[in-house]
C-alpha cells in the first residue's frame, strides 16, 4: 500500500525559503515518477515540479529557478527546495505518483507566504 507523508510547510516571509519532504511507503521513489501539487483557495490544483525515475525534471513555468525537485533513494523521499518565495505560492502542497495507473496523494502541507 503505496502511502506519502508530506512535512516541511509553514509560513515565511516573501523572498524566504522553505524545503518540503514527502516520505514514501509502498513504492521506490528512485523508479517511479515522484511529483509536487499545489492548490491554492479558489484554483485548480496544479503541477509544480516532477522527478522522473530517470532523475529527469519538470517544472511549472511560475517556479522555474526558484524551486528545485530532487530525492533521496536512501531514506525513499522526495523533497522540494522552495527559494525566493512569493506570495502567489501560497497553497497547499501534495506529494503525488501513480502506481498501475492508480494515483497516491498525500494529506498536504499549508504554505503561506507573507508579503
Known amino acids: 500500500q503505496v502511502q506519502l507523508v508530506e512535512s516541511g510547510g509553514g509560513l515565511v516571509q516573501a523572498g524566504g525559503s522553505l524545503r518540503l519532504s514527502c516520505a514514501a511507503s509502498g513504492i521506490i521513489v528512485g523508479i517511479n515518477t515522484m511529483s509536487w501539487y499545489r492548490q491554492a483557495p479558489g484554483k485548480q490544483r496544479e503541477l509544480v515540479a516532477e522527478?522522473?525515475?530517470?532523475?529527469?525534471?519538470n517544472y511549472a513555468d511560475s517556479v522555474k529557478g526558484r524551486f528545485t525537485i530532487s530525492r533521496d533513494n536512501r531514506k525513499n523521499t522526495v523533497y522540494l527546495q522552495m527559494n525566493s518565495l512569493k506570495p502567489d505560492d501560497t497553497a497547499v502542497y501534495y506529494c503525488n505518483t501513480f502506481q498501475i495507473l492508480q494515483p497516491y496523494w498525500g494529506q498536504g502541507t499549508q504554505v503561506t507566504v507573507s508579503s
Open positions: 522527478i522522473t525515475g530517470g532523475g529527469g525534471t
